[in-house]
């Protein structure tokens, strides 16, 4: 994995009082069709030829939450995972990538770690991700979140 700058966002329809923003995602100045939940991409990170992770805001200034979305070029969207909480406020930072994970720290002094599968695979829905993490209903999954306090990783 690695973080790229060839991704842009078109915004194609302005947020409500009861949904986000929606943008158009543009490859190397093409658009692809796939329209994502929220306005602002903070960084996008390319998974594989064909798959990206996308990391999008809305510009809220008072209760920002992160809307991590993975879509696939040639299959549309395939997973979204939000991160926050209603009246709380995050803002992202310090992107690590490496081969097989992402870093980040949003809410909280954690730091967040993302890891994307190839397929599908079981999610349990009595079994939690960290709190402040929401998924759609579904028995499947692609990307795996997990929160370590900040003070666990300083060496």
Do not use: C
Not at 36 to 44: D, H, I
Not at 84 to 107: P, W
């Amino acid at each position: 994995m690695h973080q790229v700058n060839s991704i842009a966002l078109v915004k194609v329809h302005e947020a409500s009082d009861v949904s986000q923003a929606q943008s158009d995602v543009v490859l190397n100045d093409k658009s692809t069709g796939i329209i994502v939940p929220g306005q602002v991409l903070e960084a996008a990170v390319q998974v594989n030829e064909q798959r990206y992770i996308l990391f999008l805001t809305d510009d809220i200034i008072f209760e920002e939450s992160l809307t991590i979305a993975l879509i696939d070029v040639h299959d549309g969207l395939k997973e979204i995972v939000h991160l926050g909480n209603e009246y709380s406020t995050g803002n992202f930072a310090d992107l690590q990538v490496t081969d097989d994970s992402v870093d980040f720290r949003f809410i909280g002094d954690y730091i967040w770690t993302l890891k994307v599968s190839d397929s599908p695979r079981l999610r349990l829905p009595f079994v939690s991700d960290p709190k402040g993490v929401k998924r759609e209903y579904g028995l499947k999954k692609y990307i795996t979140i997990s929160a370590t306090p900040a003070s666990e990783n300083v060496s």
